[in-house]
């Protein structure tokens, strides 16, 4: 059984900067095929893709958000980490981490999203 | 970067077809995904690849693709089906990229 949990901060003050945790179970961040992502979504809002770290440690990210985040993976532990430099307001949003889904016997994963974690409400206010 | 522009809202009364359309040149070059939001709660994924559905996902959601435009239709809507649904496709770079988004509502 798949399950991803997110967890970090609720609260954060402007400038600040915010690490968020993603532990997963059911699959491992090892075994090739396998990329998990980092997700968000301000109130009311669309979701928007922020970055992903694959199993051999490949890393990409949003192109107008490259400079702020940075994605690493603790794979004996079960644990993938976003942190994002310069917190503002508007980055107030519910993060999540979602897994792409594997293809069997390849060392690509997926271009969707098959498991995601049930988000983390992140606020940003002085 | 490239962009997918989906309708910000679509209604339709119960038993009706809804469709949600999500457009942009990266259509025509890499595959859509669509996923339902409810309130509070995390995406599902409901059609990959643009037309496959994943187990569990009911009939009545199909998607299709023409062009530049790929469609979600929802075949004899429910009440259940009023949701958030989001497009979302990927290029080459490994970077992924959503739609802004469709509320369906049920009438």
């Known amino acids: 059984q798949v399950t991803l949990r997110e967890s970090g901060p609720a609260l954060l003050k402007p400038t600040q900067t915010l690490t968020l945790t993603c532990t997963f179970s059911?699959?491992?961040?090892?075994?090739?095929?396998?990329?998990v992502s980092w997700i968000r979504q301000s109130p009311g809002k669309a979701l928007e893709w922020l970055a992903r770290?694959?199993?051999?440690?490949?890393?990409y990210y949003s192109t107008s958000l490259k400079t702020r985040l940075t994605v690493s993976k603790d794979s004996s532990n079960n644990q993938v980490v976003l942190t994002m430099t310069n917190m503002d307001p508007v980055d107030t949003a519910t993060y999540y981490c979602?897994?792409?889904?594997?293809?069997?016997?390849?060392?690509?994963?997926?271009?969707?999203?098959?498991?995601w974690g049930l988000g983390t409400l992140v606020t940003v206010s002085s | 970067s490239f962009e997918l522009t989906q309708p910000p809202s679509v209604s339709v009364s119960p038993g009706q077809t809804a469709r949600i359309t999500c457009s942009g040149d990266?259509?025509?070059?890499?595959?859509v995904y669509w996923y339902q939001q409810k309130p509070g709660q995390a995406p599902v994924l409901v059609i990959y690849?643009?037309?496959e559905r994943p187990s569990g996902i009911p009939e009545r959601l199909s998607g299709s693709s023409s062009g530049t435009t790929v469609t979600l239709t929802i075949s004899g809507v429910q009440a259940e089906d009023e949701a958030d649904y989001y497009c979302?496709?990927?290029?080459?770079?490994?970077?992924?990229?959503f739609g802004g988004g469709t509320k369906l509502t049920v009438l």
């Open positions: 979602a897994r792409y889904a594997a293809v069997v016997g390849s060392n690509n994963c997926e271009a969707y999203f098959d498991y």
């Open positions: 059911g699959f491992s961040l090892s075994t090739s095929g396998i990329c």
């Open positions: 770290i694959d199993w051999d440690g490949d890393k």
């Open positions: 990266a259509v025509t070059k890499q595959y």
């Open positions: 690849k643009d037309t």
């Open positions: 979302q496709s990927a290029d080459t770079s490994g970077t992924s990229v």
